[in-house]
């Protein structure tokens, strides 16, 4: 008698396992540092301990961001918690590839992800500093063109990414989870990023996310990146959500939260003016800087993010 087979064993997307590992390993780099301690030359007063302490905190701030994106896409507690402790008890993360595997096509497709999580979550920034803006006092006015610069970043991000997903033929069932795509997936990312911001820290990232080298390097990956990668493209091509559409489905979810618990006709209208009539990135030619000051030369920015 045929004994009866167990079900494979659910394989997590590459991506998101990918992130788990950076919180796995940025757990170990500040382990050793913090273990390792500092140096206490004669003489040499307290700026070796600041130096010190500096580099942990910034290690302890780096995986607390990738820790957000995991959250907002719907990787559960304990993964991420057995990460860090993973980490913590200085294991370094195992990112070998699965037998059988295209590694080069599973790691070109984290940087489709990459991108995808930093334009939701200048969505969610945009549309929470432009509602703040409606319904209080602002405290920054940036220059114009830092405005227009995010809106060039935003675009840029997602021709990147549009050009990376058709150049390895990323499939439907391969982005699933990459973006949200309903209203309790979009409360979610919120819920992880910023309904957890006060008015200074959604200032400070939407300031970081309008940096002119977001733009210099996603152009310039955009129109070599089908150069490098060559594969069939897909029977069933993706089509990643315009930044407005982004924008859209961030303030529909902004609407949601706030209307449970306030007058709604205040805060549609605060939507409705947290939204760019102008924006329609509906179209896929590179953008055409004007008015911010000269980009970097050899000094690339490749896409840090929050």
């Given at each position: 008698m045929t004994e009866p087979q167990s079900?494979?064993?659910?394989?997590?997307?590459?991506?998101?396992?990918?992130?788990?590992?950076?919180?796995?390993?940025?757990?170990?780099?500040?382990?050793?540092?913090?273990?390792?301690?500092?140096?206490?030359?004669?003489?040499?007063?307290?700026?070796?301990?600041?130096?010190?302490r500096t580099h942990l905190l910034q290690l302890a701030a780096d995986?607390?961001?990738v820790e957000t994106h995991a959250h907002a896409i719907g990787i559960p507690d304990t993964a991420i918690a057995a990460a860090r402790a993973a980490g913590s008890s200085g294991r370094r993360a195992d990112i070998s590839p699965e037998p059988g595997t295209d590694a080069v096509r599973e790691h070109v497709m984290t940087w489709?992800?990459?991108d995808v999580w930093q334009m939701q979550h200048m969505a969610a920034i945009d549309v929470a500093r432009r509602m703040r803006r409606v319904t209080h006092t602002p405290s920054f006015e940036p220059e114009p063109w830092m405005v227009a610069q995010f809106e060039?970043?935003?675009?840029a991000l997602w021709i990147r990414a549009g050009n990376i997903a058709d150049a390895i033929g990323l499939t439907v069932d391969e982005s699933a989870g990459m973006w949200a795509r309903t209203s309790s997936e979009w409360?979610?990312?919120?819920?992880?990023?910023?309904h957890t911001y006060d008015a200074d820290a959604v200032e400070e990232r939407w300031r970081v996310y309008a940096r002119p080298g977001i733009e210099?390097?996603?152009?310039?990956?955009?129109?070599?990146?089908?150069?490098?990668?060559?594969?069939a493209l897909s029977e069933q091509p993706v089509r990643i959500p315009a930044p407005h559409a982004m924008?859209?489905?961030?303030?529909?979810?902004?609407?949601?939260?706030?209307?449970?618990?306030?007058?709604?006709?205040?805060?549609?209208?605060?939507?409705?003016?947290?939204?760019?009539?102008e924006a329609d990135h509906t179209r896929w030619g590179t953008p055409t800087p004007t008015g911010p000051p000269q980009h970097p030369g050899s000094d690339l920015d490749h896409g840090a993010q929050l």
């Open positions: 079900p494979p064993v659910q394989r997590r997307p590459v991506w998101q396992q990918r992130l788990l590992d950076r919180i796995q390993d940025l757990s170990d780099d500040r382990g050793r540092l913090l273990r390792a301690g500092y140096e206490t030359p004669p003489g040499a007063g307290e700026s070796s301990m600041l130096a010190w995986r607390a961001e489709v992800a990459s060039r970043n935003l675009s409360q979610r990312l919120l819920a992880a990023t910023a210099t390097s996603a152009i310039r990956d955009a129109t070599e990146i089908t150069l490098r990668v060559d594969v924008k859209t489905a961030a303030a529909a979810a902004f609407l949601t939260h706030s209307s449970a618990g306030a007058d709604a006709d205040p805060i549609t209208d605060a939507i409705d003016r947290a939204l760019p009539a």
